[in-house]
């Protein structure tokens, strides 16, 4: 199982490179190289889960913050998938989180204590409840998702949600996306 995951993460960073190497970067192709890193670690996470290593909400919030993330960013209409900062950052807790546990597993290996790993999982259930939190309340109002109200207030294009808090001044969106002053 480490031995493919970790072929998994070798192709994943190969095939990323590789795209852009060739300029073959495309919308679809990053919907589904996200959906295999989703399948592959909420694979692993469940199983940690289940076996009580990890807590048991972790790779429900997983699953449930990537369907926010395609959603939101309407990856399903051809849209790039937008991400923040946080949820970034989640990604690699999550991988490492899963590396950590089955390389201990398979070369018997204790270096982090089982509590360890465990409050490991609660703080990335923490950060992963944050970023949703993040992602409904700024991402939701930004100008160019057309899945919102035809009138809202924006923060402008701006997908880092920390920043859109510094936003002096409000811009009103119409039917025909004409900022008026707000």
């Known amino acids: 199982a480490t031995s493919l995951f ?11 490179w ?5 300029s073959s970067v495309s919308a679809i192709g990053g919907l ?16 940690l889960s289940y076996l009580k290593v990890i807590p048991w909400i972790l790779p429900i919030l997983l699953i449930s913050a990537f369907l926010q ?6 990856a399903l209409q051809g849209k ?7 949820g970034r950052y989640n990604g690699f807790g999550y991988y490492i989180l899963s590396a950590i546990s089955l390389i201990q597993t398979s070369m018997n290996w204790q270096v982090f204590s089982a509590p360890s790993i465990y409050y490991l999982g609660w703080g990335l259930v923490l950060t992963t409840l944050i970023s949703m939190t993040e992602r409904a309340a700024f ?8 899945s919102r ?15 859109a808090l510094k936003v002096t001044k409000k811009v009103c969106i119409t039917n025909e996306n004409t900022p008026t002053s707000g």
């Open 32 to 47: 589904l190289d996200h959906s295999a890193d989703a399948f592959l670690v909420g694979t692993i996470l469940g199983t």
């Open 149 to 163: 109200n035809n009138s809202r207030l924006a923060t402008g294009k701006n997908t880092r949600p920390m920043q």
């Open 18 to 22: 590789l795209a852009r190497k060739l």
């Open 69 to 74: 993330y395609v959603l939101d960013s309407n």
């Open 139 to 146: 991402f939701g109002s930004v100008e160019d998702n057309p």
């Open 6 to 16: 970790l072929l998994a993460i070798i192709t994943d960073i190969l095939d990323g």
């Open 80 to 86: 790039t998938l937008r991400t923040n900062r946080l």
